[in-house]
């Protein structure tokens, strides 16, 4: 069964950082796309990053600059290193990951993870 599960989050003062992360428990090489998302209560979740089996991060442009999304594939972790927090990134974090199956995309949840930025 895939699952994905992320901690990390917490409690941090503006300015300061967080390094989030997603355990697959699955080889992560299994997902063709791993995203970060993030959401407030009552509104929409919002994309933060992205980064494919192979290729380039991708970033919104709220957090490019801040944030580096990475991967270790010998240990099926996703990292989300956030620098330069802001209040506006209080958020609950998620990991997302979609896998290819005979043609069909399937996709995966966590559970997800607060993040507080305040002081």
């Known amino acids: 069964q895939v699952q994905l599960v992320e901690s990390g989050g917490g409690l941090v003062q503006p300015g300061g950082s967080l390094r989030l992360s997603c355990a697959a428990s699955v080889s992560i090489l299994r997902f063709v796309i791993i995203h970060w998302y993030r959401q407030v209560p009552g509104k929409q979740r919002e994309w933060v990053a992205t980064i494919p089996t192979s290729g380039t991060p991708a970033y919104a442009e709220s957090v490019k600059g801040r944030f580096t999304i990475s991967r270790d594939n010998a240990k099926n972790l996703v990292y989300l290193q956030m620098n330069s927090l802001k209040p506006e990134d209080t958020a609950v974090y998620y990991c997302?990951?979609?896998?290819?199956?005979?043609?069909?995309?399937?996709?995966?949840w966590g559970q997800g993870t607060q993040v507080t930025v305040s002081s």
């Open positions: 997302n990951g979609k896998t290819n199956q005979a043609g069909q995309l399937y996709d995966y």
